[in-house]
């Protein structure tokens, strides 16, 4: 599902997925990728992606640590998305 709902301003990333309404036919849990900046969850599981890009060489040269955290769909706006 493509997140295209111009600039969404939020004290965290968390905060502004979870203001959007989901879409008629998601899920029960939903699962993000949050940064390792975001405030930590003890269910979150942490993971290396490999995502940074070499724009000069054009290849994917590093990696990151990002948290996964399956939300329920109580969490966002309730309601179907427009």
Known sequence: MPLLVG?????S??????????AVDAQERIRVLL?????GDVQDERRSVTDGR???AGVHAGSRTVRV???DRSAFVQGAAP
């Open 7 to 11: 600039v969404v301003e939020a004290p």
């Open 13 to 22: 990333l968390l905060t502004a997925l979870t203001a959007r309404r989901l």
């Open 35 to 39: 940064p390792e900046s975001e405030a």
């Open 54 to 56: 070499n724009w000069h």
């Open 69 to 71: 955290r399956s939300l």
